[in-house]
């Protein structure tokens, strides 16, 4: 299985902040934060197609998104998934001591993984806390 | 309401010349009665063999706002070890040269104030100065919003439109809820947006190309064609300088021959604020010395001018100030952390912490001018006490700024333990001071004086009837000397009983009410000027980054219980 | 018929736009259209009016269900969860307004909780920066009138702050910048190539997460000493013509954001950012700022500074304020499992903290105010939707350059729904009688 390591951030994008405005429990919240935006160069190192699913993978946690083209690129070995609850699956949590985690500079494994989904917001968050009885 | 008589009480009030006799004092509705008018159900408070005086009156602190809250934020070392507990009617606290609000109003009632005035509140941010007013429980307050840098106030009086000018500030009186003309370092915090200052009172201004001596004679007249209860109120340029009282000297005779003009009892045209930072001689830190008496004999023969001293109290604190330029003159002096927010249109502020220490001889003397002042005063109806709070030191050191001036002894004892007490000597002239401050003089300096220089001395700052009841009662027994200067700072720290507008509020040193504050502020009444309404559109419309509508909107919520001064100024 | 309210507050970002017009129903119930806002604040005015509004609080069962309750027995429930909690966590407050956050505070004094607001995932280490070294700064109609530099370090505004460059910073004809965009150079630093940079005269593609170095080696070229010929994956040629772009302005602001305050180095490199701004101030004016992200982050940061002396993380659970971020921050407090009861408002920590910090909200009493559904109302056990904070219900909030506004009501909530604030003073006035306190 083909699987590249990148550097992963996140931040806002115009889409997630109206995604959020309009309720996260929508569709609109994961087409907008669900993803995992990637330089062309990388997708084609992954040997994946664009708006295929992945399986995106740290130190802290695993989480399965959708990787489209960069929109903000070019950025080869930077990955960006906006801020919520995809992101925060794999983010380093640690804080050093400063109360802030590191958010921006995790690095991660990305593998194509076309039949499994992507989960809803508030269920992703909910699987993650319950368990899948939820 | 409530009635109360406190009896037998040494009565010290300028404003009714009682120096120390023993009277009662009756309490009935808020306000200071004859004692005929109480009924015999008037609880009694024992004040035998005490000091009775009226609630202090602070005429300049900084103590609500947006500088003041910057401060809190970047120093939590600030609240190391000075943290106060939830307890009683106390809320939590912390805080020694920056308290929190809560903090604030407490301590100020402990030492018997029942009046402060935040000295300088940038208008786009009333709004957050009120907000810090009203959490600050006990005492009334106002705050003065700044002029001297203000876009429409430079560009009216480089065409000398004194009328405009005064359209504007009654505009902005009411928009903001203020209370008084403030002016600090005229001019010299606009032309800081650019990084430059005026030093001296006739630089002039980039752009606008006016100078201070324009700005400062034409926010006097603009005051007294209002007729406004406070008169200018002045941080004048080149603060902080050495050789920086030629500059006061000139921005003080801008003053000359005005007359007052106002229906509040106020005597003066100007008030020079913090007067120990502007009273300095020599060319360098070297040869630093005091110009205290150069400016206390011009101060002594003026009688239009009143001044607060500014004294320095030997201490960590935080400098801060609408004066930008001179706070990154001091960053670059000491080092220390510097802050600094331009203000559109407006002004500007910078904080700075500060280490007043005694084994620094340029500290050290600056303690020694602040003293001279007061100490060289021929009126202390016109010389108030104030440590420009906290620029020389916390307001919390009043008590022991009375000491120093109440005791020669006191004073030596500082002196030698200074490192380098030579200097201190050579270079004041506090050394061949021997005159001690009476009680009667503390309280026409820290109430009476106050009082009728803000125009409130119908109000407060005295204990005649019709006053309101802004009673103090400290262990001080004026018919027994002092074994230890220390039981003056003591006694005036711990008031034994505080009353605010006939509420007891500290009992013992203790808070027990809250009371009901009240935000003072002026309402000046001027004819229509539809040009002055077109130039606030227009600038809104052009440079604020708020619109008009809510640069003005300041609701109930921002200042729940407003007293209005109304002047009347359309004639 | 209809009727329209101007100057209206955008209640999203820190940006507090105050020009927004919206058109009312003439009963008022009802959001017709928003004029002036971007994209965000439009559907946040618009989303307020949305037919699947949950309108009361709700009370999750055991079944995993939830069950509609009363703001009587919902504030009970939080008042009892937090008296007979040790060490609650009071987090959130940024999206609501500043009485609000009074409120708050008073009951945290009662509660001896931990507070703390979203500076905690967003400019805390700012601040902690700032404690270290201080902040040279201005109000935003000083870019507006003087910037001729404007330098993006580490944010995206095209995205996080949509109107910021049209009503601030690059396009306003100002009192000295009459020509407006053209009046101003504008640098980006960021390592995409965003929106934003592709409007700068000078994009740094700095490599990610070296800011730091990339910071010192501007403040090496302004003294024009020697440099390495990369720092950061920028050329040493690049390095020192922005440094020359800098120094040749009038007015300049380094505005800043997630960019450097969430990546390794966090604090430090605000601490340089800030260092930079200071050195300028000797060749000529600069002033830095953060771009902060919630409309109310600051107002809340401004509150509980002068409530209780600092402005974030702040730990009442000893009966007086104690403030040391990385041991009172709600993060360090989740990951060690010290919080045994959560109340959270006016923010989503669900969906934006890390899930190891999620997962221990879970697992606790959690109370979740907020008029929309979120991952934290998802794992809350009680969630009391409020009304939206400055569409529904006015109040004070504070801009990122700390300028206060009142916000505007436009619309009224939906029938029988509370504010934010109304709620508090239920819960606030429960636990005083629990813990008998006057």
């Given amino acids: 299985m083909v699987s590249i390591t990148v550097n992963l951030i996140s931040g806002r994008t115009i889409q997630q902040g109206v995604a959020i405005e309009s309720g996260k429990e929508k569709p609109s919240y994961r087409e907008a934060a669900g993803i995992i935006e990637m330089d062309p160069s990388d997708l084609k190192k992954l040997g994946a197609w664009k708006n295929t699913n992945v399986r995106v993978s740290s130190d802290y946690g695993s989480v399965i998104v959708k990787a489209i083209e960069a929109t903000q690129g070019p950025h080869p070995g930077l990955a960006f998934i906006p801020m919520g609850p995809w992101a925060n699956q794999i983010v380093n949590p640690n804080t050093y001591s400063t109360g802030m985690p590191t958010f921006k500079g995790t690095p991660v494994k990305v593998e194509v993984s076309p039949n499994e989904k992507v989960l809803l917001g508030v269920e992703l968050v909910q699987k993650s806390c319950f368990g899948d009885s939820s | 309401m409530s009635e109360y008589i406190i009896k037998n009480g040494h009565v010290f009030d300028p404003v009714q010349g009682i120096k120390g006799d023993k009277a009662d004092v009756a309490i009935k509705n808020g306000k200071i009665v004859k004692d005929s008018e109480v009924s015999k159900s008037a609880k009694v408070i024992d004040a035998k063999g005490k000091t009775v005086m009226a609630g202090a009156v602070e005429i300049h602190a900084h103590i609500a706002g947006p500088k003041v809250n910057l401060g809190r934020i970047y120093r939590p070392e600030d609240k190391l070890f000075t943290c106060t507990p939830t307890h009683g009617h106390e809320r939590m606290g912390s805080g020694n040269s920056i308290p929190s609000t809560f903090k604030t109003g407490y301590e100020y009632a402990r030492m018997g104030y029942t009046t402060a005035m935040e000295a300088a509140m940038p208008p786009l941010f009333s709004r957050h100065t009120h907000e810090e007013i009203r959490d600050t429980p006990i005492i009334d307050e106002g705050a003065f919003p700044v002029f001297g840098n203000n876009w429409f106030v430079m560009e009216y009086l480089k065409n000398r439109e004194v009328e405009n000018t005064a359209a504007y500030i009654a505009w902005l009186l009411r928009a903001t809820k203020g209370y008084a003309v403030k002016v600090v370092n005229p001019g010299g915090t606009e032309a800081w947006h650019w990084g430059l200052n005026c030093l001296t009172v006739n630089d002039p201004v980039p752009y606008f190309d006016i100078t201070p001596a324009e700005i400062i004679k034409g926010l006097i007249d603009a005051n007294e064609y209002l007729g406004l209860p406070h008169s200018m109120h002045i941080h004048p340029n080149n603060l902080g300088n050495p050789g920086n009282y030629t500059t006061t000297l000139d921005t003080l005779k801008i003053a000359q021959g005005i007359k007052p003009k106002n229906k509040f009892g106020r005597e003066q045209v100007l008030h020079l604020t913090h007067t120990q930072f502007h009273s300095y001689k020599g060319t360098n830190w070297g040869d630093f010395e005091s110009g205290a008496k150069e400016v206390m004999d011009y101060i002594n023969k003026n009688k239009n001018i009143t001044v607060d001293t500014g004294n320095v109290t030997l201490d960590e604190t935080t400098t801060m100030t609408a004066d930008g330029p001179f706070e990154h003159h001091l960053t670059e002096l000491n080092h220390l952390k510097w802050a600094n927010v331009d203000v559109e249109v407006e002004t500007a502020a910078g904080v700075v912490p500060y280490i007043y220490s005694p084994n620094i001889s340029v500290c050290a003397i600056q303690w020694a001018i602040g003293l001279e002042l007061a100490l060289y005063a021929k009126d202390p109806m016109r010389c108030f006490i104030t440590t420009d709070h906290p620029n020389a030191g916390p307001f919390t050191r009043y008590p022991r700024v009375i000491k120093w001036l109440m005791s020669q002894r006191a004073r030596e004892t500082q002196i030698n333990a200074f490192k380098h007490k030579d200097k201190v000597l050579s270079q004041t002239g506090i050394g061949a001071i021997d005159r001690e401050l009476t009680l009667y003089e503390i309280a026409a300096m820290t109430r009476a004086g106050p009082a009728k220089s803000l125009g409130l001395s119908s109000m407060c700052g005295g204990l005649a009837p019709g006053m309101d009841a802004d009673v103090v009662v400290y262990n001080i027994n004026p018919e027994k000397p002092f074994e230890n200067p220390d039981q003056i700072e003591a006694a005036f720290s711990r008031a034994a009983c505080v009353f605010k507008s006939g509420v007891e509020v500290v009992k013992d040193g203790e808070i027990v009410s809250s009371g009901n504050k009240r935000t003072l502020w002026v309402n000046a009444k001027v004819n229509d000027n539809p040009q002055v309404m077109r130039d606030i559109t227009e600038k809104f419309l052009k440079y604020y980054s708020v619109t008009q509508a809510n640069y003005e909107s300041l609701g109930h919520s921002f200042v729940p219980n407003p007293y209005a001064l109304e002047v009347d100024a359309t004639q | ?438």
């Fill in chain 3, 1 to 438: 018929m209809s009727k329209k309210i101007t100057d209206v507050i955008c209640p999203f970002c820190g940006t507090l736009c105050d020009d927004i017009e919206v058109l009312v129903s003439d009963d008022g119930k009802k959001i017709l259209e928003v004029y002036n806002a971007c994209v965000i604040g439009t559907e946040k005015f618009m989303h307020s009016g949305a037919k699947d509004r949950i309108t009361r609080p709700r009370m999750r069962q055991a079944d995993g269900s939830w069950k509609e309750v009363s703001y009587d027995e919902a504030a009970d429930y939080a008042a009892q969860v937090l008296a007979k909690a040790k060490k609650p966590l009071m987090y959130g407050w940024s999206s609501t307004n500043c009485e609000a956050q009074s409120m708050g505070n008073e009951i945290a004094e009662v509660a001896r909780a931990c507070v703390d607001n979203t500076a905690a995932v967003c400019h805390g280490t700012t601040l902690i920066a700032v404690q270290d070294i201080g902040l040279p700064s201005c109000t935003l109609g000083e870019i507006k009138n003087r910037a001729d530099r404007v330098i993006f370090w580490g944010c995206n505004p095209a995205h996080a702050h949509p109107r910021h460059m049209s009503r601030y910073s690059i396009f306003p004809r100002g009192f000295f910048t009459v020509k407006g965009q053209m009046s101003r150079k504008l640098v980006v630093v960021d390592p995409r190539v965003t929106d934003t940079a592709r409007m700068a005269d000078v994009h740094l593609q700095v490599a990610q997460g070296q800011d730091y170095e990339l910071l010192c080696a501007l403040r090496v070229a302004l003294k024009k000493e020697w440099l390495p010929d990369t720092v950061a994956g920028v050329p040493k040629e690049k390095i020192y013509e922005v440094a020359e772009i800098l120094k040749s302005g009038r007015f300049g602001i380094i505005f800043f954001g997630m960019g450097v305050t969430q990546s390794l180095g966090k604090n430090h490199n605000i601490d340089e950012a800030i260092a930079l701004t200071k050195d300028l101030n000797e060749y000529t004016k600069y002033s830095i700022m953060p771009m902060r992200g919630h409309y109310n982050v600051t107002g809340s940061g401004e509150v509980l500074a002068w409530q209780f002396g600092f402005p974030y993380s702040v730990d009442l659970t000893r009966g007086f304020p104690r403030y040391n971020p990385g041991d009172s921050s709600s993060i360090d407090l989740l990951n060690r499992g010290e919080i045994d009861a959560a109340f959270v408002i006016g923010s989503d920590p669900g969906a934006h903290f890390p899930i190891s910090a999620v997962k221990h909200l879970a697992h606790v009493p959690l109370v979740c105010v907020d008029p929309h559904i979120t991952p934290t109302s998802g794992v809350s056990k009680l969630h009391v939707p409020v009304a939206f904070n400055g569409v529904e219900t006015g109040g004070s909030c504070y801009r990122m350059d700390n300028v206060p506004i009142d916000g505007r009501k436009v619309v009224d909530a939906p029938e029988g729904m509370l504010s934010d604030e109304e709620f508090l003073v239920m819960v606030r006035d429960r636990l005083k009688k629990i813990k008998g306190v006057a």
